[in-house]
Each structure stands twice: as structure tokens, then as C-alpha cells.
């Protein structure tokens, strides 16, 4: 039947939602939770009504109970939360000097409030994503992943801005690439490198066949950032392929402290 | 079992509803989330995300309790508890005050 086959996608990317919990309120509620949702999925289908939008508002809705419950429950999120605030206030530091020195640097004061906020939320990815594995490589690997993702998607977003050429929106797409494959590993070690192996080999794509629109100079500086990218994503690769090796369980995931 | 930690006075709208609709009786999940909804008119739809971030505070609290009930393994049955039953009666008091204030004032306003 259809609209069963239809709950029961909705029910397990519910479910992957629901792993977002903190480990003790995840084992008491993640299969009455699901259970509710699946319900309602059931009640939906019974008056003729669409699976999606309740779906979207059950996430959205979720989505908030996961961030409360991983403020309230985890005891060492503050103190986290407070060493990665002053490291982004700390990293934000660095263009707001700049721009004091740098006579073409005119930037806002919100676009400061922005980077810092980026800042904060590549921190907080970082502390809650490597702390699931113990191993050296694993929270490398996730460092230098975030942070070449990161480099890449505000680089390709200044470059679209600049040479006005659509086609360059096309490297967005080794992010999602990266989102949708870490989403499916579940952060797991072996999974996330075939990952970030697929994100170098996506970006190689896009800078073979995709024409940069771009003025020569700019063209070999964008082919020196994509050689630069793929061999950075298919390090990263390597050092999760490394952590899967020398974990005791290539699949182990800690549970959050 | 002993509460934890006290009510917090007044109750927020997400405990306050849940507890008016175990007041009845137990119920799972998605029948407390039904039961609120009815009580409210259809006003306030609460999400799995609140009720069961709701339920473990009030757990916590010592408000409410699993109730043991086993009809399908996949849902947990809630239940009120002394204290729970208790918080209920001091909030709707309180409630009742606030009206009668208000309906005072109302009256000599006009």
C-alpha cells in the first residue's frame, strides 16, 4: 500500500532525527516518540490530508526538543558552548583587524555578526561531531573537513558574487554531497570516509566540466583551490578510512559525554 | 516515588495540558496528544518533540509516572501521581483566583 510505504520513509528519517537526542532521553523515549509520529502519519493518511506537512512541522517541532534537550542534559555542553564562543570571538578577530588595516576591506558591521555566527555554529559541528570517536585521525579528519567545507562554500560564495557566473553555484553541490553522506554514516568512521572520498571526487567533477567564465588569472587560482580541495577531501578520507582501521569497532560511536 | 524537585508554580501551558488530560485517566503519547488537543478546542497541537520533553521534566518532577500498562510494547502509558495530581489542583486554584480578580475588576471597570 502507498501511503504505508510512504510512513514508513517518513518513520525512519524520523527516527535518524530522533538518534540527534541525547543518549539516556533517546533510550527512554526515541521508540514512543516514533511511535507517535507514526500514529499521526496513520491519522493524516485516515482524513485524506498530506504526509509532508505534517512531516516538515514534526521535525521542525523536533528539531527544537533535540537543541533543548542537548542544552539541558548535557552537562559539559556550557562549558563547550562557552570555549567555542570565545574561540569564534577569537577567530572573528582576525577580519575585523584586517579590515582596520586593509584599505578595501569595507565590511559591515552585520556581515562581522554573520562570520561570527558561522564561526560559532563550525565550532559547535566540530565539538559535538568528533567527540564520538576517541581516535587522533577521527577528530582530524572531522577538523579538516569542516573546515575545507567551510573554506569552500565561502569561497565559491564570494567567487559566484564576483564574476556573476551561475554555473559556479554547481560546487554547492560537494556540500551537499558531504551533508546527505555523513547523514546516511550516521558519523561513522567508515561511512564518512567513502564520504569525503565521494566530495573529492565530486569537486574533481565540477572543476573538469564546468566552465569557470573566469578571466585567466582567476581561472588558475580557482584551478590551484580545486587541485587544493580534492586532495584535502581525499586526506580526510584517508584519515577516517585510518580511524575505522585502528578503532576497536571500526562502527563504534561513543556515547556523548 | 519521591518527587525530585518541586512543581515550578505557576505550571508552564505544555505541563498544565498534559497533566489535565492524564487527569482522566492514563494514556500513551499520541492519546495525550489527542486529549489536548480536544481540551483546547484545537487551540494548542503539541508536537512529540514538546509532549516527550515535557513528560521527562515532569518525570523528573515526579508528576507523572509510567504506568505499567502493556497493551503494545511500542507505546508507554503515562500516569498522574500524588504530586502530579496535587500540582494540578494548586494550578487550577491559582487559576480560579486570577479570574476572580479579574472578574472583579472587570465588573467594577464597567
Known sequence: MPSETAIRRYRALYS??????????RERFAAPMAQTFHDLCRERIATNRSLLSLALWAFIETSGGVFMENIMH????????????????????????????????NWPPQAFVVVYFLFFALGMAYALIARRMGTWSYKAAVGLALAASFALGWGNMVHVADSGNPANLWYYSVLVVGIIGAAIA???????????FAMAATLALIALCVPTGAPPELARNMTIGNIAGVVIFTACGLLFRHASQVGANPNEILPPA | MAAKTAAPTPLTPAVLHILLALST?????????????????????MGPGTLYGSINRMAQAGLVRESGKTDDERRIYYKLTGAGRAALDAELTRYRGVVAVAEGRFAYAE
Do not use: C, N
Open chain 1, 16 to 25: 535518524l532525527l530522533l538518534r540527534l537526542y541525547p543518549r539516556r532521553f
Open chain 1, 74 to 105: 548535557g552537562a559539559q555542553m556550557p562549558k563547550t558552548m562557552l570555549r567555542v564562543a570565545l574561540g569564534a570571538l577569537a577567530a572573528v578577530m582576525v577580519p575585523l583587524v584586517a579590515s582596520r588595516l586593509i584599505p578595501d576591506w
Open chain 1, 186 to 196: 550516521r558519523l561513522r568512521a567508515r561511512g564518512l570516509a567513502i564520504t569525503l
Open chain 2, 25 to 45: 485517566g492514563e494514556r500513551h503519547g499520541y492519546a495525550i496528544m489527542k486529549q489536548v488537543e480536544a481540551d483546547s478546542q484545537g487551540k494548542v497541537r
